[in-house]
């Protein structure tokens, strides 16, 4: 596509609750990243995929969270059991290899957790 | 790992003035991109600038690697410059980078 996709673009769920995020990059990007950004604060590292290369997961604040990439298309970030503090915007970010510099960020899901 | 500082936290500016936003790095400058996020939340990649001196219009951006800081300077501002300004620096092109903490702009009509 012509951009970085993201869906949805809101979503409210309870406490407890799990979701899904989805995260459709740039036809030929092959890198794909994870951000989450809370109120008013910077970006926040949280998963980074590659081509068929093992995903750097160093980021990832605890075992509730979970990432997995098709192939170099689709992305879906996993949150199980929300909790309230996982309440955020979820960014998702393309680039062709070895060109983190040409980063194309998609619109982002905002989560709210009630 | 990489700590990357911005300041000011804010700056508030009226129409017409001109802004210098600065990033420090801890660590050597490998990566280091200049992003603007709208109000509506969009980032736009401005410069990659791992070193030297860009420019794109109002905006310009110098990178000192050996001192390891990079300043962005936006010129005759204007109400769509508005927004908040992130540097970003990872270990290598092919890699994460980390977001600084960004600086809040808004300019006044």
């Known amino acids: 596509g012509a951009g970085v996709s993201q869906s949805p673009s809101n979503k409210v769920t309870e406490k407890g609750k799990d979701v899904e995020l989805r995260c459709d990059p740039i036809s030929g990007h092959t890198a794909l990243y994870w951000y989450r950004q809370r109120l008013g604060q910077g970006l926040e590292f949280l998963i980074y995929f590659q081509g068929n290369s093992a995903p750097d997961k160093s980021g990832l604040p605890s075992d509730r969270f979970s990432a997995e990439r098709t192939g170099e298309s689709v992305s879906t970030l996993t949150i199980q059991r929300t909790q309230q503090e996982d309440s955020a915007v979820y960014l998702c970010?393309?680039?062709?290899?070895?060109?983190?510099?040409?980063?194309?960020f998609g619109s982002g899901t905002r989560l709210t957790v009630v | 790992g990489i700590q990357v500082e911005q300041s000011p936290p804010d700056l508030i500016l009226q129409e017409g003035a001109n802004s210098t936003l600065r990033c420090n790095f801890s660590d050597s400058v490998n990566n280091l991109q200049w992003f603007h996020q709208n109000p509506w939340g969009q980032l736009i990649n401005l410069f990659y600038i791992p070193s030297g001196t860009k420019q794109n219009g109002r905006l310009s951006a110098t990178t000192v690697a050996t001192e390891r800081y990079s300043l962005l300077y936006i010129s005759s501002s204007q109400t769509t410059d508005s927004g908040v300004y992130f540097c970003a620096d990872g270990y290598s092109s092919a890699s994460k980078i980390i977001f600084g903490s960004g600086t809040r702009l808004s300019i006044r009509p």
């Open positions: 970010a393309s680039s062709f290899p070895g060109q983190a510099h040409g980063y194309t």
